[in-house]
């Protein structure tokens, strides 16, 4: 590892409002406006701020155009929504955003429990997906979930992973992003799909959306980092949890990865101290613990900052 | 990073019944017994298995000798003893451990505020105590504790924790180990204590100690495994707790490091699903959740070692 050649510089997005929340129990709209508003403050770069999927499949974003509707913008943010289908699209784009996610499992299981239907047929919408996004003047992400493996499946090959990057590569995806979606990413794993992906397409921005589950995050994104990947997912105070196991952590602290960041001396833009409030604040709109371990402990050097307050 | 150019084996020291125990509530000398017992067989290569200090310092290890005279001894595996001076080394000499270790701080008011003297003062103790383990036929470690950051004095240099190795090698110590105290170590400060001592003492075989209070500790881990380390402390379970932060992480759990290691086909010996019987043990003994990850949500491919069993 050549700490020298790391990137100066991450650009975090912070999931917690969309992915984060779509894990909990549904909270009320007000308390979803307050984390969007906080977290837009904190100075963090990017927001996954909500998803227009069918309220009956996922209640806890029923209302994403009333939120997204009255949350303050702040114009240093790139905001984004996530969208499964052309009539989420439609929903986002009348939303006014202009940076839209779409998704896909690289597991056929996974895909099929998920959205009842095969991997290759989620391509094919993703293909019209794209389009219509782009025809419209958004830009079009592909998420990949599974990437590092499918609480069905097992393992999932590396090439088979890489070979959906082509398909939506080919179909003019702007961006591509891997999800570890039940924490199976170990930090050689990380490495083979990045070496395969970024052989074949040296220039498509990569993200990279890692959990905890069982404890390899931040050994990822360092893995990712020798890589030359300056994109990650986060969310604030972990929020989110992992639906397959109660209790357990699913995505990984925004905290956690912004402190680990600062004290390699890699910009975030995020205000550590502030960011920990709104830790606070999302474990209080949940009513429970969170799991990450800077807001619990507090940074590295809490009585330092605490003097410098 | 060059996962090519890894260690093919990791030698791990299961820290659970000391370290581990000696941070929790005390716990009945029968628990401890069974604990070290079910430890023995998990195919772990190396337990420290108790520490010889006063008991009023520390009543969680009370009872040492008596736990070391009922524990089944598995010829496989290397047990060791921690002590804090003379006469702790004449205990454990006593009880017939051969590996002991004995401690120092590297921050200076950490020292003072553990021990009541400097760590100039330590290290004048520790000169007298590798003469009289080496007398008697025993090795000596030297731990560095507080290695990478203390809760007192925030940054520790690294050149202080070389030159303090510089010290403890002239003065014969063994093995050398890194404590990261208090969960304050990020991969950057591993890579630069590690190019200072390796660089100084190529020869000296180092041991790193991690705690994951700030979810740091597997990307230490695998930060020191860049730099050919081949031997790591982690308890069982992430048994220890932070005395500093109620609910929070201490010490790195053993399942989360030989899981990580064993998806990167790194050997350690150890049989992970008994591993994992073992830190439910061990969750049971101190009646409280234990925060590993492996241990809540099971190794990242579940449904296949089910149906393998």
Same mark, same amino acid.
């Given at each position: 590892?050549? &700490?020298?050649?790391?990137?100066?510089?991450?650009?975090? *997005?912070?999931?917690?409002p969309r992915d984060g929340l779509q894990n909990e129990d549904p909270v009320p709209t007000d308390d979803k406006v307050r984390l969007l508003n906080a977290l837009s403050r904190t100075g963090v770069k990017r927001i996954e701020a909500v998803s227009?999927?069918?309220?009956?499949?996922?209640?806890?974003?029923?209302?994403?155009?009333?939120?997204?509707a009255r949350a303050e913008k702040n114009p240093d943010v790139r905001y984004s929504a996530l969208v499964p289908n052309t009539k989420g699209a439609h929903r986002a784009l009348e939303a006014g955003f202009?940076?839209?996610e779409v998704v896909v499992s690289a597991s056929n299981t996974h895909n099929l429990r998920n959205v009842n239907r095969s991997t290759e047929d989620s391509l094919d919408d993703i293909t019209g997906l794209i389009s219509l996004l782009h025809d419209e003047g958004a830009s079009a992400e592909v998420i990949i979930s599974t990437a590092f493996g499918c609480p069905y499946e097992g393992d999932v090959p590396p090439e088979r992973v890489a070979s959906?990057?082509?398909?939506?590569?080919?179909? +003019?995806? $702007?961006?591509?992003s891997f999800g570890d979606t039940t924490g199976m990413s170990t930090p050689v794993r990380v490495a083979r799909l990045l070496d395969l992906v970024k052989a074949r397409h040296p220039d498509v921005p990569l993200l990279l959306? &890692?959990?905890?589950? *069982? +404890?390899?995050?931040?050994? +990822?994104?360092?893995?990712?980092? $020798?890589?030359?990947?300056?994109?990650?997912?986060?969310?604030v105070g972990g929020l989110g949890g992992c639906p397959y196991a109660p209790g357990a952590t699913g995505n990984v602290a925004t905290e956690e990865v912004v402190h680990m960041l600062q004290d390699m001396e890699i910009a975030t833009g995020v205000n550590l101290?502030?960011?920990i409030e709104v830790a606070r604040l999302?474990?209080?709109?949940? +009513? *429970?613990?969170?799991?990450?371990?800077?807001? *619990?402990?507090g940074p590295r050097l809490p009585q330092i900052s605490r003097e410098k307050n």
């Open positions: 590892m050549n &700490f020298e050649k790391f990137p100066a510089e991450v650009s975090i *997005r912070e999931v917690g227009f999927v069918h309220p009956k499949a996922i209640p806890q974003m029923a209302d994403a155009a009333e939120v997204w202009t940076e839209i959906i990057v082509d398909r939506v590569v080919a179909d +003019g995806a $702007d961006r591509v959306h &890692f959990h905890n589950t *069982r +404890g390899t995050a931040l050994a +990822g994104i360092l893995t990712a980092l $020798d890589y030359g990947i300056t994109e990650f997912d986060a969310s101290p502030e960011l999302a474990q209080e709109i949940v +009513g *429970r613990e969170l799991p990450s371990g800077v807001l *619990r402990a």
